[in-house]
């Protein structure tokens, strides 16, 4: 595979995009939306081939509920599409003006990255989120999914690149790097030449992988070991719906719960509502001592259990004495990606927004929710969990950059 020459090719389509007027990209959007639920058999088709290899090869459950796809799935693609035609176009917007003593007026403007890579695992989806958003704001995008979901990112792209032909688009807007070789990735994340900014989306060892080795600027998408803490003030019954839905809904997905933290003070009357709730989704329970009291059928945890991010029906229990150890406790053990507190009680709640340290933190509600769509920004390019250009559910606006106009009547520096 020739890498260069996809590095050029994407190098002319950002050049091309950046020429285009919003209306254009919105029609395009719109009508590669249209084509992905035309042609969602031949997608469930590719699809179904992936999974039968996942299960073949003793893929975890887990890992298999982020590879399939289902027409309900393919419809929520096509309606991100659409949501995104819909937002404001932010590229071109003056940030700031301003004039100097020396007559100088200055615009500081969103313009696009240039060529986006984005290295990712499993989740066909992505390939839709992360050109939708990419084409809205002007940038080329490089595309290396896993060897787990090439069938399904092929029928996908290729439906994405003749509608961009159809269009009168640059279908370069967009390329899959087809091969599985792993010296195919390390090449390309040494691409620096061409690739603006190279996003992995996946899981740690993937995501280390890129942040160590890359040559190109990373944005770090990191794994989700959220947490929800139950606080003494707690709704015991909005309690027991937010961590079944975080936990349950979708276990193969970053911002679902993997660690809970309960008060002492409501531990007794709590935990036994909670554990006849999870055992209804077979959900393995692992706490510590108190909690190992109170639920009799729950596993003693492990300090890894308070570190893992389990992608399974599995839940890790910890117990404190106030909401500062609460916090301390998921400062410590969090990957910086989504965690909430459940409580009545105002004055906890700022404290805990104040005091945990990560991309998104909710009062009484599901950390199910840190996602571009359910943000409105129409998808999502990914989470970020660092603190550098873009944190948290990555839309259109984290896919830009800036520049600054700077106007004169001929003015030199003295």
């Known amino acids: 595979m020739d890498l260069v020459k996809m590095g050029e090719n994407a190098v002319k389509a950002k050049y091309d995009l950046q020429d285009r007027s919003t209306e254009e990209k919105n029609a395009a959007l719109l009508k590669i939306a249209e084509r992905l639920e035309e042609n969602a058999a031949a997608i469930l088709s590719a699809n179904r081939k992936?999974?039968?290899?996942?299960?073949?090869?003793?893929?975890?459950?887990?890992?298999?509920?982020?590879?399939?796809?289902?027409?309900?799935?393919?419809?929520?693609?096509?309606?991100?599409?659409?949501?995104?035609?819909?937002?404001?176009?932010?590229?071109?917007?003056?940030?700031?003006?301003?004039?100097?003593?020396?007559?100088?007026?200055?615009?500081?403007?969103?313009?696009?990255?240039?060529?986006?890579?984005?290295?990712y695992e499993s989740r066909p989806n992505v390939t839709v989120d992360a050109f939708g958003l990419c084409f809205k704001t002007g940038n080329a995008v490089i595309l290396k999914g896993g060897s787990d979901a090439l069938q399904s990112n092929l029928a996908i792209t290729d439906i994405i690149r003749n509608a961009l032909s159809d269009t009168g688009l640059p279908a370069d807007a967009i390329q899959l790097i087809e091969s599985t070789d792993r010296a195919v990735t390390a090449e390309f994340m040494k691409m620096n030449r061409y690739v603006d900014v190279l996003i992995p989306r996946g899981g740690a060892g993937l995501i280390r992988n890129v942040v160590e080795n890359s040559t190109i600027p990373v944005i770090e998408t990191g794994t989700g070991n959220c947490h929800v803490y139950?606080?003494?003030?707690?709704?015991?019954?909005?309690?027991?719906?937010?961590?079944?839905?975080?936990?349950?809904?979708?276990?193969?997905?970053?911002?679902?719960?993997?660690?809970?933290?309960?008060?002492?003070?409501?531990?007794?009357?709590?935990?036994?509502?909670?554990?006849?709730?999870?055992?209804?989704?077979?959900?393995?329970?692992?706490?510590?001592?108190?909690?190992?009291?109170?639920?009799s059928d729950c596993i003693p945890a492990t300090k890894e259990d308070y570190q893992t991010e389990y992608l399974d029906y599995i839940l890790s229990l910890k117990t404190v004495n106030?909401?500062?150890?609460?916090?301390?406790?998921?400062?410590?053990?969090?990957?910086?990606?989504?965690?909430?507190?459940?409580?009545?009680?105002?004055?906890?709640?700022?404290?805990?927004?104040?005091?945990?340290?990560?991309?998104?933190?909710?009062?009484?509600?599901?950390?199910?929710?840190?996602?571009?769509?359910?943000?409105?920004?129409?998808?999502?390019?990914?989470?970020?969990?660092?603190?550098?250009?873009?944190?948290?559910?990555?839309?259109?606006k984290e896919l830009t950059s800036y520049k600054y106009a700077v106007y004169g009547k001929g003015q030199v520096r003295e």
């Open 230 to 295: 139950v606080d003494k003030d707690a709704n015991l019954t909005m309690a027991v719906n937010i961590i079944v839905n975080a936990k349950t809904q979708r276990i193969g997905v970053c911002n679902a719960c993997e660690s809970l933290v309960i008060h002492e003070a409501v531990r007794e009357e709590f935990l036994p509502m909670l554990a006849d709730a999870l055992r209804k989704y077979h959900v393995e329970m692992r706490g510590d001592e108190k909690v190992c009291e109170v639920i």
């Open 322 to 396: 106030s909401a500062g150890e609460a916090i301390a406790h998921i400062n410590s053990n969090n990957t910086g990606h989504s965690d909430a507190i459940i409580t009545e009680n105002p004055q906890t709640a700022e404290a805990f927004l104040n005091g945990v340290d990560a991309a998104c933190v909710y009062v009484n509600a599901s950390t199910r929710f840190t996602d571009g769509f359910e943000f409105g920004f129409g998808a999502e390019i990914g989470i970020s969990t660092q603190k550098l250009h873009a944190r948290g559910p990555m839309g259109l």
């Open 50 to 119: 992936d999974i039968r290899a996942g299960e073949e090869g003793g893929m975890h459950p887990g890992m298999l509920d982020r590879l399939r796809l289902t027409e309900t799935r393919i419809a929520a693609m096509a309606e991100g599409l659409r949501q995104i035609a819909g937002l404001s176009d932010p590229v071109g917007e003056v940030l700031e003006r301003f004039e100097r003593p020396n007559g100088l007026q200055i615009e500081k403007r969103r313009v696009p990255l240039g060529v986006i890579g984005i290295i």
